[in-house]
């Protein structure tokens, strides 16, 4: 999509942001005709929209360039468009506690652009199962019931395809199907694999340094089985 119909789509709409706060100062300086951006924030504490906003966006230097173009009315730009939503991916309903905020975005969002991801190459296993499998699951099913949705937008990384080289075509996955062709990932299987696992290490009073580094091995061992 060029950028001149990208901006033509955006416009009037509303869109729900995980994990790219990039595509939301790029939205809103591309487009400030966007209806409205609804960024999902993991808060280090609880908070009001309004106290997320403020203090996880305004003040980022990312926005420098739109701050100086509207001078004094880039604060009150950005509470009329933007919404942080304090929430997790790796709960259901996104981990939004507000039901009146979550009923008003189900009835208002058009767009869902999901990236947020755990990009450590060395995540303990139980951490990337719940950020990066279990998150997207959570994140469609939202986007499910959201009554106006026209379109699901999943960014992952650059190292998701090791199995490929060259040109990859964008095309549907069909659940259990892996990268390297064979259709053997039971996303089942493997959590109640870490359940167990974590369930055995809590059983053995391991401290949390032990806990961390025997899930990362454990991922390790997945890759085995996939």
Same mark, same amino acid.
């Given at each position: 999509?060029?950028?001149?119909?990208?901006?033509?789509?955006?416009?009037g709409?509303?869109?729900?942001?995980?994990?790219?706060?990039?595509?939301?100062?790029?939205?809103?300086?591309?487009?400030?005709?966007?209806?409205?951006?609804?960024?999902?924030l993991?808060?280090?504490?609880?908070?009001?929209?309004?106290e997320?906003?403020?203090?996880?966006?305004?003040?980022?230097?990312?926005?420098?360039?739109?701050?100086?173009?509207l001078?004094?009315?880039?604060?009150?730009?950005?509470?009329?468009?933007?919404?942080?939503?304090?929430?997790d991916?790796?709960?259901?309903?996104?981990?939004?506690?507000?039901?009146?905020?979550?009923k008003?975005?189900?009835?208002?969002?058009?767009?869902v652009?999901?990236?947020?991801?755990?990009?450590?190459f060395?995540?303990?296993?139980?951490?990337?199962?719940?950020t990066?499998?279990?998150?997207?699951?959570?994140?469609?099913?939202?986007?499910?019931?959201?009554? !106006?949705? $026209?379109?699901?937008?999943?960014?992952?990384?650059?190292?998701?395809?090791?199995?490929? #080289?060259?040109? =990859? *075509? &964008?095309?549907?996955?069909?659940?259990?199907?892996?990268?390297?062709?064979?259709?053997?990932?039971?996303?089942?299987?493997?959590? !109640?694999? $870490?359940?167990?696992?974590?369930?055995?290490?809590?059983?053995?009073?391991?401290?949390? #340094?032990?806990? =961390? *580094? &025997?899930?990362?091995?454990?991922?390790l061992?997945?890759?085995?089985?996939?």
């Open positions: 999509m060029v950028l001149g119909s990208l901006k033509h789509f955006l416009k709409k509303t869109t729900l942001v995980t994990g790219a706060t990039v595509f939301v100062e790029k939205v809103l300086r591309v487009q400030p005709d966007v209806k409205k951006l609804y960024l999902l993991r808060a280090s504490k609880p908070c009001s929209a309004t997320c906003t403020q203090n996880e966006i305004m003040g980022k230097d990312l926005f420098r360039v739109l701050r100086d173009e001078g004094n009315d880039f604060g009150s730009f950005i509470l009329e468009k933007v919404i942080a939503v304090a929430g991916i790796s709960l259901e309903n996104l981990g939004i506690k507000d039901a009146n905020l979550r008003d975005m189900l009835e208002e969002i058009d767009i652009l999901h990236s947020a991801a755990s990009t450590n060395d995540e303990r296993f139980d951490v990337a199962m719940r990066n499998t279990i998150g997207p699951f959570h994140v469609l099913n939202f986007a499910k019931n959201c009554t !106006k949705v $026209v379109i699901l937008l999943h960014v992952s990384t650059a190292y998701v395809r090791k199995e490929s #080289e060259g040109l =990859i *075509s &964008e095309e549907p996955f069909q659940m259990g199907k892996t990268l390297n062709g064979f259709s053997k990932l039971d996303i089942d299987f493997e959590k !109640k694999l $870490v359940e167990k696992k974590l369930q055995e290490l809590k059983t053995q009073n391991s401290k949390e #340094e032990t806990i =961390i *580094s &025997e899930m990362r091995s454990f991922g061992e997945s890759l085995k089985r996939t």
